[in-house]
């Protein structure tokens, strides 16, 4: 089969630069998809880490003005990934995340930060490397959401594109002002267009203009076209059902594996789970909780968000301590989470114990060594946590929500009794739920059998990107070929 050259654009990309799952996806899936014949180079902004991790960097291209000034397009690998880089610093070469200074608050210019990832896809797109033909682009999120308008206006022959929504929360809204100086015409100010209640909507744009639609679970597919899951965009994404699929997420699972992980003290496999024991109490003395293996351990690792359910964790914490568990948290977010989670480890510190901030190292080991995770979402597009946590051996508790519902195997009667549960749903997300969900997890761990079987059936399960990049290359397959 002849390899299928495509350009996917993602505003972050692990292990280069990371805040959410977004970087997980868009950082393995080019491997999964060379197995598959398809050659992946993905272009991302020029933040400073990225620029520092290139190797053997060629400018391919030159721009006079890209939204104010000069950029150049770099073409580079690093971390075994095909890139183009936007090498232009007056946008990308900030302290702070890629989205938000260190103050917090949203960089004034992300409208154009962002646009100017779309249009250098889009001039790649429209062959603007000599000897680089882009057979179909996939654009990630509402960073990525103008490429397929720019591609419609521009009129001309261009490749199939494929929008992929990670979290309908963030649908990048601006002011609808800037449509000239994002260089889009006039006409485009329209329903029918790039208009969005009363702004301009980059994923709106993409969700109205790509040729496919996925996002990253079947469950979340069906839910974003509901009143109530589809964030005031179920209408246009209703209309779109036809070209709209959930394809779920994966983990890399060379980065991802408790035989050879080196964050983990003690390593394992699903033949012998019990030697996470180790790394259990490797968590207890870090945390300065409890010793020993007779609590079971809870574990957060998260944004600390709304979203997430953390208030429904700390609602619930009272039930969880009375059994005797223990929690560790990590994670960063809302100020008033943090402070509040404070305030209840102030008052147990020998059963709660928090990171704040973000430690890939420290996100493996919990894995390694808590026996439950908890993921009460209030909304979860596929979610990755419980994955690693489900092949590290740690039964998730989760919400019955997206992608959570399609990936965690309730234990219930039925399912204990068929021998195929793999964590704990519950629903609908209040503490209570929460509560007695924590109860009948505490109850099974305390009966070391079944544990063990919940164990093996979680670490068993494929969680890897073979299945899904499978499905992702059959989408550019049938796009291929299709200029627009
Ligand atoms: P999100 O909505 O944040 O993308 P996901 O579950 O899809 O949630 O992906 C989150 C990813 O980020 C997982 O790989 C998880 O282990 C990791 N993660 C989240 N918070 C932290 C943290 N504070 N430190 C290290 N890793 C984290």
Not at 362 to 368: D, E, K, P, V
């Amino acid at each position: 089969m002849t390899p299928l050259n495509v350009l996917a654009v993602a505003s972050e990309v692990f292990p280069l630069i990371k805040t959410g799952g977004l970087a997980d996806v868009a950082g393995a899936l080019p491997e999964a998809l060379a197995a598959q014949g398809i050659a992946v180079r993905t272009l991302l902004p020029g933040y400073r880490p990225v620029l520092d991790a290139l190797e053997g960097g060629v400018a391919v291209a030159s721009l006079d003005e890209l939204f104010g000034g000069p950029a150049r397009i770099v073409a580079a690998r690093a971390a075994g990934l095909e890139l183009f880089v936007i090498d232009a610093p007056r946008l990308y070469a900030r302290d702070g995340d890629p989205y938000r200074g260190p103050d917090g608050r949203d960089w004034p210019d992300n409208a154009f930060r962002f646009a100017a990832l779309s249009r250098v896809a889009a001039l790649l797109a429209q062959d603007a490397v000599p000897g680089y033909r882009v057979d179909v682009v996939h654009a990630h999120d509402w960073q990525a959401g103008l490429l397929p308008a720019y591609l419609h206006y521009a009129g001309a022959s261009h490749p199939a594109s494929v929008m992929t929504i990670h979290n309908l929360a963030f649908q990048g809204q601006f002011p609808a002002g800037l449509l000239g100086p994002l260089g889009l015409p006039t006409d485009a100010y329209s329903t029918d267009g790039v208009e969005y209640y009363g702004a301009i909507g980059f994923l709106k744009a993409g969700v109205l203009f790509a040729d496919r639609i996925t996002t990253v679970s079947p469950t979340y597919a069906a839910e974003i076209c509901t009143p109530s899951g589809g964030m005031g965009m179920h209408g246009l994404l209703r209309s779109r059902l036809d070209v709209l699929n959930g394809i779920l997420n994966a983990i890399d699972i060379a980065v991802w594996d408790p035989a050879h992980d080196p964050h983990l003290v003690a390593h394992f496999d699903a033949d012998l789970p019990t030697a996470r024991s180790a790394n259990k109490a490797a968590l207890q003395e870090r945390f300065g909780l409890r010793r020993g293996p007779d609590k079971p351990l809870f574990a957060v690792i998260s944004r600390l968000t709304e979203q997430k359910g953390i208030d429904l964790v700390l609602a619930a914490l009272p039930a969880l301590l009375a059994s005797g568990g223990q929690l560790v948290l990590l994670g960063s977010g809302d100020a008033w989470l943090q402070n509040a989670l404070q305030q209840a480890a102030a008052a147990h510190r020998d059963a709660i114990g928090l990171q704040f901030g973000y430690d890939e190292g420290l996100a493996h080991l919990i894995q390694g060594g808590c026996d439950v995770l908890l993921m009460p979402s209030r909304f979860e597009p596929c979610g990755l946590t419980q994955l690693c946590a489900m092949r590290y051996g740690a039964l998730p508790i989760v919400a019955h929500v997206g992608g959570l519902c399609d990936t965690v195997i309730d234990a219930n009667e039925m399912a204990l009794a068929e021998g195929i549960g793999t964590g704990f749903h519950f629903s609908p997300a209040v503490p209570e739920m929460l509560a007695s969900a924590i109860m009948r997890a505490h109850a099974i761990w305390r009966r070391p059998e079944l544990w063990h079987q919940l164990q093996q059936n979680a670490m068993r399960l494929d969680v890897g990107w073979n299945g899904p990049a499978a499905k992702y290359a059959a989408m550019y397959r049938e796009l291929a070929g299709v200029r627009g």
